[in-house]
T-cell receptor, first 116, second 115 residues
Framework: KNQVEQSPQSLIILEGKNCTLQCNYTVSPFSNLRWYKQDTGRGPVSLTIMTFSENTKSNGRYTATLDADTKQSSLHITASQLSDSASYICVVSGGGPYSSASKIIFGSGTRLSIRP | NAGVTQTPKFRILKIGQSMTLQCTQDMNHNYMYWYRQDPGMGLKLIYYSVGAGITDKGEVPNGYNVSRSTTEDFPLRLELAAPSQTSVYFC??????????????FGSGTRLTVV
């Protein structure tokens, strides 16, 4: 069964600290993986996208890694800010560029809280 | 450029009532989607559309209906609301295809409570 598991479910850190969020998936065949940020009461907004051949991709203070062999991805946040408080959702697409929307599997997210 | 607009933002329904969740996008995107997000769960696909006049079921279509008469609009109809339909509903769109690679733009959601 295609699944996306995220850990931890929730995380609280102090402002200025770093953190790493994990995503394990069993989606097959693998096409690509996106990390989304979802602020409370808002829709998800894309942070990064990674394809099979990419290991690392950065977007400002966000760095995503992908290990396609172990089917794991991580999102590292550097020097956290209060505005980073949100849910971070890992989404995996299987089946290639013309695959059905049903091949896209969403994780349940990690709720990150940044304390001053 | 408003992106994806959903209305209403909040709604309380009584069991058995019906309603339509509105979704419109101004980006000329061909592909549109409806998801529901339950607490502690990942988004689940309800219905999607690859263009005007074409719709298809997602993972959890029961109790819902959709139509796509124009490129811009993709309303979601709930008939005979049930407590199990209490959720946050997100509409999304993409321009070139359904794969994640093409980037989905999400609306801000409609929080629906059925009592």
């Amino acid at each position: 069964k295609n699944q996306v598991e995220q850990s931890p479910q929730s995380l609280i850190i102090l402002e200025g600290k770093n953190c790493t969020l994990q995503c394990n998936y069993t989606v097959s065949p693998f096409s690509n993986l996106r990390w989304y940020k979802q602020d409370t009461g808002r829709g998800p907004v894309s942070l990064t996208i990674m394809t099979f051949s990419e290991n690392t991709k950065s977007n400002g203070r966000y760095t995503a890694t992908l290990d396609a062999d172990t089917k794991q991805s991580s999102l590292h946040i550097t020097a956290s800010q209060l505005s980073d408080s949100a849910s971070y959702i890992c989404v995996v697409s299987g089946g290639g560029p013309y695959s059905s929307a049903s091949k896209i599997i969403f994780g349940s997210g990690t709720r990150l809280s940044i304390r001053p | 450029n408003a992106g994806v607009t959903q209305t209403p933002k909040f709604r309380i329904l009584k069991i058995g009532q019906s309603m339509t969740l509105q979704c419109t996008q101004d980006m000329n995107h061909n592909y549109m989607y409806w998801y529901r997000q339950d607490p502690g769960m990942g988004l689940k696909l309800i219905y999607y559309s690859v263009g005007a006049g074409i719709t298809d079921k997602g993972e959890v279509p029961n109790g819902y209906n959709v139509s796509r008469s124009t490129t811009e609009d993709f309303p979601l109809r709930l008939e005979l609301a049930a407590p199990s339909q209490t959720s946050v509903y997100f509409c999304a769109s993409s321009r070139w295809g359904t794969d994640l690679n093409y980037g989905y733009t999400f609306g801000s959601g409609t929080r629906l409570t059925v009592v």
